[in-house]
């Protein structure tokens, strides 16, 4: 093993170490919650794990849930390593799905070679979408949080217009017209159940997004821009043309998650549409420390939970929601780290080491 392999495999391994910690108390908490519901936690986590993981059709429930997850991380991992923070991973992802609803109807008639060219839109799209916000916050001065969330409520009510008006289907249904089989993204197999090629695709994309950042020009200036905006003017890099970029890249991520739930999942955009996705992508990136490596794995534990919860409730009398708790105790633990240092000690903090705070990368 090379020296180089073997640095970023400890500084991998640094890096997840607090993610663990926190995951590891949130489960005991949850089963503090579980005996609370006169449930044993031993049973209701068996069934937790078996519904993720315990056979074909379950996993591919998990990889089914976790592939938009990686995208819409992607969208606000990026742009986080611009020191901004992209709320607006729902309303890209809406604006790629109606994007690929409208253009998969099209030129379904194409069959498979529609697939790239529908994904090719939605990522123009979203990142035209994206940059919006960057523009009027290097413009203009305009807070990208503010205008990311303002941006969701346009995209998802112009793609639900667009949806139930313009590109309205007849149906008991409503929503647009459905994609030709051909022209959609097929299934794995292997007994995985609906997941489909989407999965690899979000893989490719997390790729991409760590290459871009981290052995690219364009990505240096955008992570130094992040760290020390004023470091970075000093040095020629151009604030506003990376803050555009950023967005409109985290844009791109999310549309393209967007149009892989119409072309892989569902064939088509009903209303009402998968939602908080985009939402959910923001704990996705904030457990992957804000790396893509990370990313996939955080989407994986968000999958894995959301598709074990449906065994757990079946095989128990555990309520659903307990999955949404212990995600939320997840993520703030794995965002206050000073609540954790208080509960295990500074010790435990110094186990991640200077890695805790700046990531994987």
């Given amino acids: ?7 970023a495999l400890v500084d991998a391994g640094g890096a997840l170490v607090f993610p663990l910690i926190a995951i590891l108390i949130s489960f005991v908490l949850g089963a503090l919650i579980v005996l609370a519901t006169g449930n044993n936690p031993l049973t209701a986590y068996s069934a937790l794990v078996r519904g993720a993981v315990g056979s074909p059709t379950a996993i591919g429930r998990t990889l089914l849930g976790a592939t938009p997850l990686i995208f819409t991380g992607l969208a606000v991992a990026v742009a986080f390593r611009a020191g901004l923070f992209n709320i607006g991973g729902e309303g890209q992802l809406y604006i790629g799905a109606i994007t690929a609803a409208w253009l998969g109807v099209t030129l379904g008639s194409l069959g498979a070679l529609s697939i790239p060219l529908v994904l090719l839109a939605c990522v123009v799209t979203g990142f035209l979408w994206g940059a919006i916000p ?3 916050k290097a413009r203009f001065g305009a807070h990208e949080v503010i205008t990311t969330i303002m941006l969701n409520f346009i995209g998802i009510n112009l793609a639900t217009y667009l949806a139930l008006k313009p590109l309205r289907t007849e149906g008991l249904v409503p929503g647009t017209d459905a994609i030709d089989f051909a022209a959609r993204i097929p299934f794995v197999g292997l007994g995985l159940g609906r997941a489909n090629y989407g999965f690899l695709l979000a893989l490719v994309a997390a790729v991409v997004a760590y290459l871009l950042l981290w052995r690219t020009r364009r990505g240096f200036q955008i992570r130094a821009v992040g760290l020390s905006p004023g470091a970075a003017n000093y040095a020629g890099m151009g604030i506003g043309t990376n803050t555009v970029l950023a967005l409109a890249i985290g844009g791109a991520f999310a549309a393209i998650g967007g149009g892989v739930e119409v072309l892989g999942v569902y064939g088509k955009m009903t209303i009402p549409f998968v939602t908080n996705l985009g939402f959910n992508g923001i704990g996705v990136a904030l457990l992957g420390r804000n790396h893509p490596a990370g990313v996939v794995l955080g989407a994986l534990l968000f999958g894995g ?16 929601q307990l999955t949404n708790v212990l995600l939320a105790v997840i ?23 200077a890695r805790l705070e700046k990531g994987l990368g």
């Fill in 134 to 136: 960057g523009v009027l």
């Fill in 305 to 320: 939970l959301a598709s074990g919860a449906q065994e757990m409730q079946f095989s128990t009398d555990v309520p659903l």
């Fill in 1 to 7: 093993m090379s020296n180089r392999l073997r640095r």
């Fill in 331 to 353: 993520l703030l633990l794995v965002t206050a780290t000073k609540l954790v240092e208080l509960l295990l000690g500074k010790r435990a903090r110094a186990l991640a080491g």
